[in-house]
């Protein structure tokens, strides 16, 4: 409701930030802004001025097979894809992959839905991905973590240590030369050791990247950031907020 509301308010204001994790149980989260504490709501800060933020979201996966439009959906439910039954879209995928993307489809399947469908081709970033949570074999549909709607673009995601460093590193490794002064990273607690072979993973690619800076943040249990220029809600994703100095005479546009 929060990212909703903002989007109203404020469209095209870009958000990164996380939801806490750290309590064992409701209420024990702690916010605190400036001088007071509340154990709900959220705390953020507005970033302008000199300062540029530029918002990096990697969500670990990667595409396989090839994209589908949806011709038959209600509400979180995947019915038909192109005309066939989602799961037998499904199915066929499945046939032609290599045995250790079968393996991955059967313990880590997603689906991404095309965040902006103005485009001749969809690479990385492109989708906002989601959880496939269930999938019926008598009528053939398939549940996702999401609300779909006929006519939008999909394609089935993996997700594995090796799908989410090169992502990570690849957008990095995009990013413009400019040296960054420092940044915020909120990182799913389904990453760390819960998904790479060792600690530190994320913050280790970031200083490999941009060695010396400060970065901050926390391991949060959903994290916020854009993909395109809607603000989405995700999981088992690193979602960066980069500090930039803003070229001069530039009215800082792109707070965080």
Avoid: W
């Avoid at 870009?14 to 001088?35: F, K, W």
């Avoid at 906002?128 to 999401?146: F, Q, T």
Wanted: aromatic share 6%.
């Amino acid at each position: 409701r929060l990212i909703q509301r903002l989007a109203e308010d404020h469209p095209g204001l870009p958000i990164v930030g996380g939801m806490l994790s750290g309590a064992a149980e409701p209420g024990r989260n702690v916010l605190v802004l400036n001088s007071h504490t509340d154990d709900s709501g959220a705390v953020g800060v507005l970033i302008g001025g000199g300062v540029r933020v530029r918002p990096i979201v990697s969500q670990g996966c990667r595409p396989i097979g090839r994209t589908f439009v949806i011709t038959k959906a209600e509400e979180n439910i995947l019915i038909e894809l192109g005309g066939k039954p989602a799961l037998e879209r499904l199915r066929e995928m499945y046939g032609e992959l290599e045995e250790s993307d079968r393996q991955l489809v059967r313990k880590s399947l997603h689906v991404g839905r095309v965040a902006s469908e103005y485009q001749e081709r969809f690479q990385r970033g492109d989708f906002l991905v989601r959880n496939v949570i269930g999938a019926d074999p008598e009528s053939g549909v398939i549940a996702v973590g999401d609300t779909l709607r006929v006519g939008q673009t999909v394609q089935f995601h993996v997700r594995d240590a090796t799908s989410a460093n090169a992502d990570l590193t690849g957008l990095l490794a995009s990013c413009p030369s400019s040296t960054p002064l420092g940044g915020l990273v909120f990182t799913c607690n389904g990453r760390g050791t819960r998904l790479f072979e060792t600690p530190h993973h994320d913050a280790t690619c970031l200083q490999q990247r941009f060695a010396g800076l400060p970065f901050a943040g926390f391991f949060a249990q959903g994290e916020i950031g854009p993909i395109g220029q809607q603000n989405c809600l995700h999981g088992f994703t690193a979602s960066i907020a980069l500090f930039e100095q803003a070229p001069a005479g530039e009215a800082a546009r792109e707070p965080g």
